[in-house]
């Protein structure tokens, strides 16, 4: 099928999303990036009754992310749980430690990623991809940019959210400084403009009163300061006014001590077009729900989602 100019592609308002976890899907199908990828394989994949296409994992990480992988003992036995025959070549490094919003060269590049995109539209599928606002990879491309929150000693920090402990492999972002604010705008802004969809990572982390929770007295040691407006509130609608019909899906964990009105309905009244509980998610999977599937090459997971939007 000819691909056509890009556009936003329409999407329905309860879409089906097809998650398409991109460098398993490319091994598993054994071409060498989006480009090579035949008309009967994309067929095969996305099938006659989606509406979205999520292509998870798309964008470029660094070596720190894959080093850390292969050297902390945790995961490597989780990789070994999860394949048997596990070697260091099969760990690809985490989609969620992003470097820079560039495509993975294990796709291809951002020709390849929009001409990707261009084929999808001509079959009447939306693209959508991930974006990532809590935090980046250790070694980003901005972390010497100011965006980041500093600890005590001085060393930025790991990203995490109010419970779940350290994610070492990553930097965790600063909301409450308008560097990082308006720089993260201007990400998401170009972001929509590759794509029709976008699915936020843990997208409750940049609500005020949970970056209160998590960093609050940290960040006023350091002289910062609770925005007056919620980010999310301040950003979506200048997105909206360039794409309004975009689509945005929220991730979220129900953190009901904090948010004790629901953190989905939270994030839908700040704008999301839709959202999903990841306890839910995650046990809608069943016994593989803890599965990173995207750190392995040998793991290809590609299922139905439906989406309840407002």
């Known amino acids: 099928m000819e691909p056509t100019e890009p556009s936003h592609c329409p999407i329905p308002p309860h879409p089906t999303i097809l998650l398409l976890n991109s460098r398993p899907w490319l091994y598993d199908i054994k071409v060498a990036g989006l480009k090579d990828v035949s008309d009967d394989q994309l067929l095969a994949a996305v099938g006659n009754h989606t509406d979205v296409v999520w292509l998870q994992g798309c964008w470029e990480l660094g070596p720190y992310g894959q080093r850390h992988d292969v050297q902390d003992p945790g995961r490597l036995q989780h990789f070994k749980d999860c394949l048997p025959d596990f070697t260091e070549d099969d760990c690809i490094g985490s989609p969620y430690a992003i470097r820079q919003y560039i495509c993975n060269p294990s796709l291809g590049t951002e020709e390849d990623l929009a001409h990707f995109r261009k084929r999808l539209a001509a079959r009447g599928i939306a693209l959508m991809l991930d974006f990532v606002p ?150 809608s999977r069943g016994a593989r729900s803890n599965v990173d599937v995207g750190l392995l090459k040998g793991i290809n997971v590609t299922f139905g989602l439906i989406t309840t939007g407002t």
């Open 134 to 283: 809590n935090h980046m990879a250790r070694d980003s491309a901005w972390i010497e940019e100011g965006l980041f929150i500093k600890g005590r000693t001085g060393d930025t920090v790991f990203g995490r959210d109010p419970y779940s402990g350290d994610w070492t492999d990553t930097a965790q972002l600063n909301y409450w400084s308008e560097a990082c604010r308006q720089h993260m705008l201007q990400q998401l802004l170009d972001l929509a403009d590759r794509c029709d969809g976008l699915r936020v990572d843990m997208a409750m982390l940049c609500v005020n009163e949970v970056v209160e929770r998590t960093w609050g007295p940290l960040l006023r040691e350091q002289g910062f300061q609770r925005p007056a407006e919620e980010f999310w509130v301040w950003a979506l609608p200048q997105l909206r006014r360039r794409h309004p019909d975009f689509l945005l899906l929220a991730e979220c964990y129900e953190y009901d001590e904090i948010l004790p009105h629901g953190t989905m309905l939270e994030l839908l009244k700040q704008g999301f077009s839709a959202a999903y509980d990841k306890v839910i998610y995650d046990r």
